[in-house]
T-cell receptor, first 118, second 113 residues
Framework: EAQVTQNPRYLITVTGKKLTVTCSQNMNHEYMSWYRQDPGLGLRQIYYSMNVEVTDKGDVPEGYKVSRKEKRNFPLILESPSPNQTSLYFC?????????????????FGPGTRLLVL | GQQLNQSPQSMFIQEGEDVSMNCTSSSIFNTWLWYKQDPGEGPVLLIALYKAGELTSNGRLTAQFGTTRKDSFLNISASIPSDVGIYFCAGQLRNFGAGKSTFGDGTTLTVKP
């Protein structure tokens, strides 16, 4: 079954305590991305990766780090979490293929990680 | 960063009615995407658009890539209760659904039986 998994699903932590949220996909997708979602707002992209060892900043990268050492994994690292990073985080993976009838986009989001920083 | 204005913010409609929502941007995008998010779940991709003027359907859903490349539209025909949720548009500068993404703030759809 095609899926994107995130761990942990829920996390309560304290300011300054380093944490990592893992993301893994089993579809061999080149493209992966991290988003945060806050009440009343759409998703805001934190970082994205076009392939192994290729990462770039989204709209809100401050306070976050990522790495893409393997195709299937794209962890999100908060070196020193602060309360304004309390949010719902989503990881996503995707690929685009060219068919006779046009381009087909395959994209999956993980179930989300709800983070509370005290 | 780029801004996407999605409207309306919310809609309350009767089952069977058609729905229209749109997204506008101050700058152009090369890819437009539409998603639906159910409570407690991640977004699900509904339709991806890659060319200006493109019109694409997915069942009762139809989306269009605006000719100016600064807007996109989503229509839902003959709405049913399971259409309830939040619909998001997203624009990408890069072709073919990869790269930096900007999302609208969502349209919350309520369907009354």
């Amino acid at each position: 079954e095609a899926q994107v998994t995130q761990n942990p699903r829920y996390l309560i932590t304290v300011t300054g305590k380093k944490l990592t949220v893992t993301c893994s996909q089993n579809m061999n997708h080149e493209y992966m991305s991290w988003y945060r979602q806050d009440p009343g707002l759409g998703l805001r992209q934190i970082y994205y990766s076009m392939n192994v060892e290729v990462t770039d900043k989204g709209d809100v990268p401050e306070g976050y780090k990522v790495s893409r050492k393997e195709k299937r994994n794209f962890p999100l690292i908060l070196e020193s979490p602060s309360p304004n990073q309390t949010s719902l985080y989503f990881c996503a993976s995707s690929s685009t293929s060219n068919h006779q009838d046009g381009y087909h986009e395959t994209q999956y989001f993980g179930p989300g990680t709800r983070l509370l920083v005290l | 960063g780029q801004q996407l204005n999605q409207s309306p913010q919310s809609m309350f409609i009767q089952e069977g009615e058609d729905v229209s929502m749109n997204c506008t941007s101050s700058s152009i995008f090369n890819t437009w995407l539409w998603y639906k998010q159910d409570p407690g779940e991640g977004p699900v991709l509904l339709i991806a658009l890659y060319k200006a003027g493109e019109l694409t359907s997915n069942g009762r859903l139809t989306a269009q890539f605006g000719t100016t490349r600064k807007d996109s539209f989503l229509n839902i025909s003959a709405s049913i209760p399971s259409d309830v949720g939040i619909y998001f548009c997203a624009g990408q500068l890069r072709n073919f659904g990869a790269g930096k993404s900007t999302f609208g703030d969502g349209t919350t759809l309520t369907v009354k039986p």
